[in-house]
Protein backbone atom coordinates (compact mmCIF):
# COMPACT_ATOMS: atom_id res chain seq x y z
CA UNK A 1 0.00 0.00 0.00
CA UNK A 2 1.40 3.41 -1.11
CA UNK A 3 1.44 5.89 1.85
CA UNK A 4 -1.22 9.08 1.58
CA UNK A 5 0.62 11.83 -0.36
CA UNK A 6 0.33 15.03 1.52
CA UNK A 7 0.48 17.42 -2.12
CA UNK A 8 0.93 20.59 -0.17
CA UNK A 9 4.47 19.89 1.07
CA UNK A 10 5.31 17.95 -2.19
CA UNK A 11 7.77 19.50 -4.47
CA UNK A 12 9.42 18.29 -7.51
CA UNK A 13 12.68 17.04 -5.84
CA UNK A 14 10.59 15.20 -3.35
CA UNK A 15 8.10 14.06 -5.65
CA UNK A 16 10.24 12.51 -8.24
CA UNK A 17 12.29 10.90 -5.06
CA UNK A 18 8.98 9.14 -3.86
CA UNK A 19 8.74 7.86 -7.02
CA UNK A 20 12.18 6.19 -7.60
CA UNK A 21 12.65 5.11 -4.07
CA UNK A 22 8.99 3.35 -4.71
CA UNK A 23 7.50 5.17 -1.77
CA UNK A 24 4.68 5.87 -4.22
CA UNK A 25 3.92 5.23 -7.85
CA UNK A 26 3.49 7.50 -10.62
CA UNK A 27 -0.02 6.35 -10.38
CA UNK A 28 -0.40 6.95 -7.01
CA UNK A 29 0.80 10.83 -7.70
CA UNK A 30 -1.69 10.76 -10.57
CA UNK A 31 -4.28 9.66 -8.09
CA UNK A 32 -4.20 12.04 -5.50
CA UNK A 33 -3.85 15.04 -7.71
CA UNK A 34 -6.82 13.73 -9.53
CA UNK A 35 -9.06 13.56 -6.41
CA UNK A 36 -8.10 17.26 -5.39
CA UNK A 37 -9.12 18.11 -8.74
CA UNK A 38 -12.36 16.42 -7.95
CA UNK A 39 -12.70 18.57 -5.20
CA UNK A 40 -11.36 21.83 -6.24
CA UNK A 41 -11.78 22.31 -9.44
CA UNK A 42 -15.52 22.55 -9.13
CA UNK A 43 -14.62 25.86 -7.07
CA UNK A 44 -11.35 27.74 -8.70
CA UNK A 45 -12.57 26.79 -12.47
CA UNK A 46 -8.65 25.92 -12.74
CA UNK A 47 -8.92 23.29 -15.53
CA UNK A 48 -11.24 23.50 -18.64
CA UNK A 49 -10.42 19.75 -18.95
CA UNK A 50 -8.71 17.02 -17.06
CA UNK A 51 -7.76 14.42 -19.08
CA UNK A 52 -9.29 10.97 -19.13
CA UNK A 53 -6.20 9.01 -19.83
CA UNK A 54 -4.40 10.40 -16.68
CA UNK A 55 -4.41 7.07 -15.10
CA UNK A 56 -2.69 4.88 -18.29
CA UNK A 57 -0.01 8.13 -19.22
CA UNK A 58 0.91 7.16 -15.64
CA UNK A 59 0.76 3.67 -15.74
CA UNK A 60 3.28 3.39 -18.83
CA UNK A 61 5.25 5.76 -17.16
CA UNK A 62 5.78 3.88 -14.07
CA UNK A 63 6.45 0.68 -16.55
CA UNK A 64 9.29 2.60 -18.05
CA UNK A 65 10.37 3.75 -14.90
CA UNK A 66 10.87 -0.08 -13.62
CA UNK A 67 12.63 -0.75 -17.01
CA UNK A 68 15.23 1.81 -16.72
CA UNK A 69 13.83 3.55 -19.42
CA UNK A 70 12.96 6.66 -18.00
CA UNK A 71 14.64 8.23 -14.88
CA UNK A 72 15.26 12.37 -15.34
CA UNK A 73 14.04 14.61 -12.95
CA UNK A 74 10.69 14.70 -14.43
CA UNK A 75 9.43 11.39 -14.91
CA UNK A 76 6.24 10.26 -13.49
CA UNK A 77 5.42 14.39 -12.76
CA UNK A 78 2.00 16.08 -12.89
CA UNK A 79 1.94 18.72 -15.15
CA UNK A 80 -1.05 21.25 -15.91
CA UNK A 81 -0.87 22.74 -19.71
CA UNK A 82 -2.11 26.57 -20.67
CA UNK A 83 -4.88 25.92 -23.53
CA UNK A 84 -3.00 27.53 -25.95
CA UNK A 85 -0.54 24.27 -26.36
CA UNK A 86 -0.60 21.70 -28.74
CA UNK A 87 -0.92 18.50 -27.25
CA UNK A 88 -1.29 15.79 -30.21
CA UNK A 89 -5.06 14.47 -30.83
CA UNK A 90 -5.90 16.59 -27.95
CA UNK A 91 -8.73 19.68 -28.13
CA UNK A 92 -6.99 23.16 -27.69
CA UNK A 93 -9.27 26.31 -27.48
CA UNK A 94 -6.90 29.17 -26.17
CA UNK A 95 -10.52 29.67 -23.93
CA UNK A 96 -11.97 30.66 -27.14
CA UNK A 97 -15.27 29.70 -28.82
CA UNK A 98 -13.52 30.19 -32.05
CA UNK A 99 -11.89 26.72 -31.27
CA UNK A 100 -14.28 24.81 -29.03
CA UNK A 101 -13.89 21.98 -31.14
CA UNK A 102 -10.56 22.43 -32.44
CA UNK A 103 -8.14 19.35 -32.15
CA UNK A 104 -4.34 19.91 -32.24
CA UNK A 105 -2.73 18.23 -34.96
CA UNK A 106 1.12 17.90 -33.99
CA UNK A 107 2.74 18.41 -30.34
CA UNK A 108 4.00 21.67 -29.59
CA UNK A 109 7.92 21.49 -29.28
CA UNK A 110 7.89 22.05 -25.55
CA UNK A 111 5.20 19.32 -25.39
CA UNK A 112 7.51 16.45 -27.31
CA UNK A 113 10.41 17.48 -24.70
CA UNK A 114 7.82 17.07 -21.78
CA UNK A 115 6.65 13.57 -23.35
CA UNK A 116 10.31 12.26 -23.21
CA UNK A 117 11.00 13.42 -20.17
CA UNK A 118 7.97 11.11 -18.94
CA UNK A 119 5.71 14.02 -17.46
CA UNK A 120 2.07 13.19 -16.56
CA UNK A 121 -0.42 15.54 -18.52
CA UNK A 122 -3.50 16.38 -16.40
CA UNK A 123 -5.42 18.16 -18.30
CA UNK A 124 -5.65 22.08 -19.82
CA UNK A 125 -5.54 24.64 -17.91
CA UNK A 126 -8.69 28.37 -18.53
CA UNK A 127 -6.69 31.51 -19.47
CA UNK A 128 -7.55 34.78 -20.88
CA UNK A 129 -9.23 33.84 -24.71
CA UNK A 130 -5.65 34.09 -26.84
CA UNK A 131 -4.04 35.09 -23.51
CA UNK A 132 -5.26 38.79 -23.78
CA UNK A 133 -6.12 39.00 -20.53
CA UNK A 134 -4.95 39.93 -16.60
CA UNK A 135 -7.85 38.09 -15.10
CA UNK A 136 -9.08 35.28 -16.76
CA UNK A 137 -11.76 36.91 -17.36
CA UNK A 138 -11.92 37.14 -20.66
CA UNK A 139 -12.23 33.40 -21.28
CA UNK A 140 -15.09 32.00 -22.60
CA UNK A 141 -15.83 29.61 -20.56
CA UNK A 142 -15.95 31.86 -17.08
CA UNK A 143 -12.73 32.89 -14.83
CA UNK A 144 -10.41 31.12 -12.59
CA UNK A 145 -11.04 31.89 -9.18
CA UNK A 146 -8.25 32.61 -6.63
CA UNK A 147 -7.10 29.60 -4.54
CA UNK A 148 -6.36 32.70 -1.67
CA UNK A 149 -9.51 34.21 -1.67
CA UNK A 150 -12.77 32.66 -4.22
CA UNK A 151 -13.86 36.22 -4.61
CA UNK A 152 -10.90 37.35 -6.48
CA UNK A 153 -9.17 36.40 -9.88
CA UNK A 154 -6.31 34.14 -9.79
CA UNK A 155 -4.80 36.76 -12.59
CA UNK A 156 -3.83 36.24 -15.88
CA UNK A 157 -4.08 34.83 -18.72
CA UNK A 158 -2.04 31.47 -17.37
CA UNK A 159 -4.50 32.18 -14.44
CA UNK A 160 -5.37 28.56 -14.61
CA UNK A 161 -1.80 27.53 -14.44
CA UNK A 162 -1.34 29.93 -11.24
CA UNK A 163 -4.36 28.75 -9.74
CA UNK A 164 -4.03 24.55 -10.32
CA UNK A 165 -0.46 25.01 -9.05
CA UNK A 166 -1.29 27.46 -5.76
CA UNK A 167 -4.61 24.96 -5.15
CA UNK A 168 -2.40 21.62 -5.36
CA UNK A 169 -4.12 20.68 -8.42
CA UNK A 170 -1.00 19.99 -10.05
CA UNK A 171 2.81 20.21 -9.31
CA UNK A 172 4.09 22.02 -12.02
CA UNK A 173 2.49 23.96 -14.60
CA UNK A 174 3.03 25.96 -18.15
CA UNK A 175 1.97 29.05 -19.20
CA UNK A 176 2.90 31.31 -21.86
CA UNK A 177 3.77 35.29 -21.35
CA UNK A 178 3.71 37.86 -24.00
CA UNK A 179 3.17 41.00 -21.47
CA UNK A 180 3.03 39.13 -18.12
CA UNK A 181 0.98 36.32 -18.27
CA UNK A 182 2.90 34.12 -16.18
CA UNK A 183 4.33 36.17 -13.87
CA UNK A 184 1.44 38.10 -12.86
CA UNK A 185 -0.69 35.20 -12.22
CA UNK A 186 2.44 33.45 -10.20
CA UNK A 187 2.32 36.94 -8.23
CA UNK A 188 -1.70 37.53 -7.57
CA UNK A 189 -1.56 32.98 -6.40
CA UNK A 190 1.38 33.29 -4.59
CA UNK A 191 3.32 31.00 -6.87
CA UNK A 192 6.57 31.11 -8.69
CA UNK A 193 6.36 31.68 -12.21
CA UNK A 194 9.26 32.14 -14.77
CA UNK A 195 9.21 34.22 -18.54
CA UNK A 196 12.67 32.98 -20.17
CA UNK A 197 14.48 35.30 -22.46
CA UNK A 198 12.62 35.67 -25.50
CA UNK A 199 13.89 32.53 -28.10
CA UNK A 200 15.13 30.60 -25.08
CA UNK A 201 11.99 28.35 -25.29
CA UNK A 202 10.51 27.52 -28.66
CA UNK A 203 7.21 28.73 -30.05
CA UNK A 204 6.23 25.96 -32.30
CA UNK A 205 2.97 24.50 -31.35
CA UNK A 206 1.77 27.34 -29.60
CA UNK A 207 -1.25 29.39 -30.72
CA UNK A 208 0.01 32.43 -31.11
CA UNK A 209 -0.93 36.15 -29.58
CA UNK A 210 2.08 38.57 -30.45
CA UNK A 211 4.57 36.47 -31.80
CA UNK A 212 7.40 39.23 -30.93
CA UNK A 213 6.55 38.77 -27.46
CA UNK A 214 4.83 35.46 -26.66
CA UNK A 215 7.83 33.10 -24.93
CA UNK A 216 6.73 29.73 -22.54
CA UNK A 217 7.76 29.36 -19.57
CA UNK A 218 7.10 27.14 -16.52
CA UNK A 219 5.31 28.11 -13.16
CA UNK A 220 5.70 25.94 -10.21
CA UNK A 221 5.80 26.11 -5.93
CA UNK A 222 9.44 26.74 -6.11
CA UNK A 223 12.19 28.14 -7.40
CA UNK A 224 14.18 24.70 -7.99
CA UNK A 225 10.79 23.65 -9.76
CA UNK A 226 10.58 26.01 -11.99
CA UNK A 227 14.41 25.80 -13.11
CA UNK A 228 13.98 21.63 -13.15
CA UNK A 229 11.15 22.76 -16.14
CA UNK A 230 12.93 25.06 -17.59
CA UNK A 231 15.66 23.22 -18.22
CA UNK A 232 13.92 20.62 -20.26
CA UNK A 233 11.81 22.83 -22.20
CA UNK A 234 14.44 24.94 -23.30
CA UNK A 235 16.81 24.99 -26.28
CA UNK A 236 16.85 25.68 -30.31
CA UNK A 237 14.55 24.07 -32.07
CA UNK A 238 14.36 23.69 -36.10
CA UNK A 239 10.62 24.44 -36.55
CA UNK A 240 10.96 28.26 -34.69
CA UNK A 241 13.75 30.38 -36.44
CA UNK A 242 13.72 32.94 -33.36
CA UNK A 243 14.86 30.05 -30.98
CA UNK A 244 18.16 29.59 -29.93
CA UNK A 245 20.59 28.21 -27.67
CA UNK A 246 22.03 30.38 -24.92
CA UNK A 247 25.63 31.26 -25.63
CA UNK A 248 25.81 33.24 -23.11
CA UNK A 249 28.42 31.96 -19.88
CA UNK A 250 27.09 33.52 -16.56
CA UNK A 251 29.14 34.11 -13.49
CA UNK A 252 26.99 34.06 -10.51
CA UNK A 253 27.93 36.74 -8.38
CA UNK A 254 28.14 35.83 -4.51
CA UNK A 255 26.67 39.17 -3.47
CA UNK A 256 24.50 40.92 -6.30
CA UNK A 257 24.18 44.49 -7.68
CA UNK A 258 20.73 45.02 -7.49
CA UNK A 259 19.39 47.89 -9.56
CA UNK A 260 15.58 49.49 -8.22
CA UNK A 261 13.97 51.63 -10.82
CA UNK A 262 12.88 54.44 -7.98
CA UNK A 263 11.13 56.84 -10.55
CA UNK A 264 9.36 54.23 -12.04
CA UNK A 265 8.00 53.17 -9.02
CA UNK A 266 5.78 56.14 -8.01
CA UNK A 267 2.57 56.19 -9.55
CA UNK A 268 -0.20 53.83 -8.64
CA UNK A 269 1.38 51.21 -6.61
CA UNK A 270 -0.28 49.91 -3.33
CA UNK A 271 0.58 50.44 -0.20
CA UNK A 272 1.42 46.99 0.69
CA UNK A 273 2.64 46.42 -2.38
CA UNK A 274 4.93 48.67 -1.74
CA UNK A 275 6.13 48.39 1.72
CA UNK A 276 6.56 44.37 1.12
CA UNK A 277 9.16 45.40 -1.49
CA UNK A 278 10.87 48.03 0.77
CA UNK A 279 11.27 44.79 3.26
CA UNK A 280 12.22 42.93 0.62
CA UNK A 281 15.07 45.14 -0.56
CA UNK A 282 16.04 45.65 3.43
CA UNK A 283 15.94 41.37 3.58
CA UNK A 284 18.63 41.80 0.60
CA UNK A 285 20.66 44.26 2.03
CA UNK A 286 21.23 42.31 5.18
CA UNK A 287 22.15 39.40 3.42
CA UNK A 288 25.31 41.54 1.82
CA UNK A 289 23.49 41.82 -1.15
CA UNK A 290 24.10 45.89 -2.93
CA UNK A 291 20.76 47.96 -3.99
CA UNK A 292 21.83 50.69 -6.37
CA UNK A 293 19.73 53.11 -7.79
CA UNK A 294 19.16 53.20 -11.03
CA UNK A 295 17.16 55.14 -13.89
CA UNK A 296 15.22 53.94 -16.89
CA UNK A 297 14.14 56.39 -18.55
CA UNK A 298 11.82 55.36 -21.18
CA UNK A 299 9.93 52.85 -19.18
CA UNK A 300 7.11 55.50 -18.80
CA UNK A 301 6.23 54.54 -22.08
CA UNK A 302 6.44 50.72 -22.12
CA UNK A 303 3.19 50.63 -21.56
CA UNK A 304 2.16 52.18 -24.40
CA UNK A 305 4.28 50.72 -26.42
CA UNK A 306 3.55 47.58 -25.50
CA UNK A 307 -0.05 47.95 -26.56
CA UNK A 308 0.75 49.16 -29.83
CA UNK A 309 2.70 46.85 -31.02
CA UNK A 310 1.00 43.72 -29.26
CA UNK A 311 -2.50 44.68 -30.91
CA UNK A 312 -0.89 45.11 -34.26
CA UNK A 313 0.94 41.56 -33.41
CA UNK A 314 -2.68 40.36 -32.63
CA UNK A 315 -4.78 41.88 -35.21
CA UNK A 316 -2.61 39.64 -38.07
CA UNK A 317 -2.17 36.41 -36.52
CA UNK A 318 -5.52 36.06 -35.57
CA UNK A 319 -6.49 36.72 -39.06
CA UNK A 320 -5.86 33.00 -39.88
CA UNK A 321 -9.57 32.39 -37.76
CA UNK A 322 -11.41 33.06 -40.68
CA UNK A 323 -13.93 30.00 -40.78
CA UNK A 324 -11.79 28.21 -43.52
CA UNK A 325 -9.29 26.75 -42.18
CA UNK A 326 -9.45 26.35 -38.26
CA UNK A 327 -12.85 26.32 -36.09
CA UNK A 328 -15.68 27.74 -35.90
CA UNK A 329 -17.36 28.26 -39.09
CA UNK A 330 -20.67 30.41 -39.63
CA UNK A 331 -21.97 30.70 -43.44
CA UNK A 332 -23.32 33.56 -45.21
CA UNK A 333 -24.09 34.96 -48.64
CA UNK A 334 -20.43 34.77 -49.78
CA UNK A 335 -17.04 34.80 -48.69
CA UNK A 336 -16.75 38.44 -47.20
CA UNK A 337 -20.19 37.58 -44.91
CA UNK A 338 -18.54 34.62 -43.92
CA UNK A 339 -15.94 35.76 -42.16
CA UNK A 340 -17.98 38.93 -40.23
CA UNK A 341 -20.57 36.15 -39.00
CA UNK A 342 -17.66 33.93 -38.09
CA UNK A 343 -15.57 36.28 -36.55
CA UNK A 344 -18.08 38.18 -34.85
CA UNK A 345 -19.91 35.47 -33.30
CA UNK A 346 -16.13 33.25 -32.62
CA UNK A 347 -14.05 36.23 -30.76
CA UNK A 348 -15.35 37.72 -27.34
CA UNK A 349 -14.87 41.34 -26.80
CA UNK A 350 -11.25 41.76 -25.80
CA UNK A 351 -10.43 39.76 -28.93
CA UNK A 352 -11.85 41.76 -31.08
CA UNK A 353 -10.86 45.25 -29.39
CA UNK A 354 -7.91 44.43 -29.80
CA UNK A 355 -7.58 43.62 -33.34
CA UNK A 356 -9.39 46.67 -34.16
CA UNK A 357 -7.19 48.68 -32.27
CA UNK A 358 -4.14 46.53 -33.88
CA UNK A 359 -5.50 47.22 -37.50
CA UNK A 360 -5.86 50.72 -36.49
CA UNK A 361 -2.66 51.28 -35.60
CA UNK A 362 -0.76 49.89 -38.63
CA UNK A 363 -3.66 51.63 -41.34
CA UNK A 364 -2.20 53.26 -43.62
CA UNK A 365 -1.45 56.89 -42.18
CA UNK A 366 -1.49 55.69 -38.83
CA UNK A 367 1.24 53.70 -39.24
CA UNK A 368 3.93 56.40 -39.13
CA UNK A 369 2.26 58.36 -36.30
CA UNK A 370 1.97 54.67 -33.59
CA UNK A 371 3.56 51.57 -34.93
CA UNK A 372 6.69 52.96 -36.51
CA UNK A 373 6.96 55.24 -33.04
CA UNK A 374 6.05 52.31 -30.83
CA UNK A 375 8.98 50.08 -32.62
CA UNK A 376 11.56 52.93 -32.03
CA UNK A 377 10.53 53.14 -28.86
CA UNK A 378 10.56 49.54 -27.73
CA UNK A 379 14.34 49.82 -29.06
CA UNK A 380 15.11 52.81 -26.51
CA UNK A 381 13.30 50.51 -23.91
CA UNK A 382 15.79 48.59 -24.39
CA UNK A 383 18.90 50.28 -24.36
CA UNK A 384 17.89 51.31 -21.09
CA UNK A 385 18.15 47.99 -20.05
CA UNK A 386 21.29 47.28 -21.74
CA UNK A 387 22.70 50.68 -19.85
CA UNK A 388 21.71 49.51 -16.59
CA UNK A 389 23.23 46.07 -17.05
CA UNK A 390 26.02 47.58 -17.30
CA UNK A 391 25.92 48.86 -13.66
CA UNK A 392 23.69 45.78 -11.83
CA UNK A 393 23.53 42.06 -12.00
CA UNK A 394 19.47 42.15 -11.97
CA UNK A 395 16.72 44.64 -11.81
CA UNK A 396 14.30 44.26 -8.99
CA UNK A 397 10.66 45.86 -9.07
CA UNK A 398 6.79 44.38 -7.71
CA UNK A 399 5.06 42.20 -9.87
CA UNK A 400 2.18 43.74 -9.79
CA UNK A 401 1.20 47.27 -8.59
CA UNK A 402 -1.87 45.60 -6.79
CA UNK A 403 -2.51 42.45 -5.23
CA UNK A 404 -5.49 40.00 -6.69
CA UNK A 405 -8.72 42.41 -7.25
CA UNK A 406 -12.01 41.49 -7.15
CA UNK A 407 -13.79 39.61 -9.92
CA UNK A 408 -15.41 42.00 -12.17
CA UNK A 409 -14.14 45.04 -10.74
CA UNK A 410 -11.82 45.71 -13.30
CA UNK A 411 -13.87 44.30 -15.72
CA UNK A 412 -15.79 47.76 -17.30
CA UNK A 413 -12.41 49.62 -17.34
CA UNK A 414 -9.90 48.37 -19.83
CA UNK A 415 -6.95 50.85 -19.04
CA UNK A 416 -7.07 50.18 -15.21
CA UNK A 417 -6.87 46.32 -16.33
CA UNK A 418 -3.75 47.56 -18.82
CA UNK A 419 -2.13 49.17 -15.77
CA UNK A 420 -1.88 45.96 -13.96
CA UNK A 421 0.86 45.00 -16.66
CA UNK A 422 2.94 48.07 -15.76
CA UNK A 423 6.10 46.34 -14.46
CA UNK A 424 5.51 43.30 -16.46
CA UNK A 425 5.80 44.47 -19.81
CA UNK A 426 9.36 46.36 -20.54
CA UNK A 427 10.86 42.59 -20.22
CA UNK A 428 8.89 41.31 -23.35
CA UNK A 429 9.50 44.73 -25.43
CA UNK A 430 13.41 43.88 -24.73
CA UNK A 431 13.01 39.89 -24.68
CA UNK A 432 14.86 39.42 -21.60
CA UNK A 433 14.24 37.18 -19.33
CA UNK A 434 12.03 37.73 -15.69
CA UNK A 435 10.80 35.75 -12.52
CA UNK A 436 8.25 36.13 -10.44
CA UNK A 437 8.86 35.44 -6.73
CA UNK A 438 6.47 35.39 -3.78
CA UNK A 439 7.56 37.46 -0.65
CA UNK A 440 4.59 37.42 1.35
CA UNK A 441 1.35 38.80 2.56
CA UNK A 442 -0.83 41.54 2.37
CA UNK A 443 -3.38 41.77 6.00
CA UNK A 444 -5.90 40.04 4.38
CA UNK A 445 -3.54 37.07 3.52
CA UNK A 446 -3.55 37.89 0.02
CA UNK A 447 -0.10 37.07 -1.67
CA UNK A 448 2.43 39.78 -3.22
CA UNK A 449 5.56 39.10 -4.49
CA UNK A 450 8.60 40.68 -6.70
CA UNK A 451 10.09 40.32 -10.08
CA UNK A 452 13.43 39.76 -10.88
CA UNK A 453 14.98 41.03 -13.60
CA UNK A 454 18.54 40.22 -15.66
CA UNK A 455 20.08 40.19 -19.00
CA UNK A 456 19.76 38.09 -22.13
CA UNK A 457 20.06 34.52 -20.97
CA UNK A 458 20.86 35.62 -17.47
CA UNK A 459 18.05 32.83 -16.24
CA UNK A 460 20.62 31.45 -13.80
CA UNK A 461 21.05 34.72 -12.13
CA UNK A 462 16.89 34.96 -11.19
CA UNK A 463 17.29 31.68 -10.28
CA UNK A 464 20.02 32.34 -7.95
CA UNK A 465 18.95 35.26 -5.97
CA UNK A 466 15.23 34.02 -6.00
CA UNK A 467 16.15 30.97 -4.42
CA UNK A 468 17.89 33.25 -1.57
CA UNK A 469 14.17 35.13 -1.47
CA UNK A 470 11.97 31.90 -0.48
CA UNK A 471 14.77 30.63 2.05
N1 LIG B 1 -2.09 41.19 -19.40
C1 LIG B 1 -1.35 41.38 -20.61
C2 LIG B 1 -2.28 41.64 -21.76
O1 LIG B 1 -3.44 41.67 -21.54
C3 LIG B 1 -0.45 40.21 -20.86
C4 LIG B 1 -1.03 39.12 -21.68
C5 LIG B 1 -0.06 38.00 -21.91
O2 LIG B 1 1.07 38.03 -21.44
N2 LIG B 1 -0.48 37.02 -22.69
O3 LIG B 1 -1.88 41.80 -22.87
Redesign the pocket.
Known amino acids: MAEIINLTELDLKSAGEGIKTGRFSARDLATAYLAKIETSNPKLNAYLEVFSDVLDQADLVDQKIKSGELSGPLAGIPIAIKDNILIKGRTVTAASKMLANYQATYDATVIEKLKSAGVIFLGRTNM?EF????STENSAYGPTKNPHDLDRVAG???GGSAGAVAGDLALVALG???????R?PASYCGVVGLKPTYGAVSRYGVIA?ASS??QVGPLGKTVADVKAVFSVIKGQDKFDSTSQNSSVTIKIPKTFKIGVPEDFLKEGVDQEVMANFRTTIEKLKSAGHQIVKINLPNFHYALAC??IL?TAEVSANLARFDGVRYGLRQDGKDMVEDYFLTRGAGFGKEVKRRIMLGTYVLSSGYYDAYYRRANNLRQLIKSDYLEAFKQVDVIITPTAPTPAFKIGENATDPLK??L??IF??PA?LAGVPALAVPTGKNQTGLPLGIQITAPHFGEDLLFSLGRELEA
Open positions: DAMGGGSSTDTGGSIQMFDYYMMYEDTVN
